[in-house]
């Protein structure tokens, strides 16, 4: 049994607690040991692509479109994990 430690959860307990959690699967499976850790710095794009992958072609359109924006704004300066504001 998972809650008493005699057992490690498997896959389909993985799924479910991610279901009802309502994140992605690759969350819960790393949590549990299934899948490696995520390389630190890449936790926040593999979270942006799980998402990005639940959502129709029109909402997929729309998250292109707003990300090419924001590139374009920031294309003069370079940014880094802080926020730097144009002189």
């Known amino acids: 049994?998972?809650?008493?430690?005699?057992?490690?959860?498997?896959?389909?307990f993985c799924n479910n607690i991610a279901r009802a959690l309502n994140v992605p699967p690759e969350r819960v499976f790393r949590l549990a040991g299934l899948l490696p850790p995520v390389i630190i710095g890449q936790e926040q794009e593999q979270e942006l692509l799980n998402y990005f992958n639940?959502?129709?072609s029109y909402d997929r359109h729309t998250i292109l479109i707003l990300a090419r924006a924001l590139h374009e704004k920031h294309a003069d300066y370079?940014?880094?994990?802080?926020?730097?504001e144009p002189e």
């Not at 049994?1 to 389909?12: A, F, Y």
């Not at 370079?78 to 730097?84: A, E, F, G, P, V």
């Open 1 to 12: 049994m998972v809650m008493t430690e005699q057992r490690n959860p498997g896959p389909d």
């Open 54 to 56: 639940y959502l129709n």
């Open 78 to 84: 370079q940014l880094d994990d802080k926020r730097i």
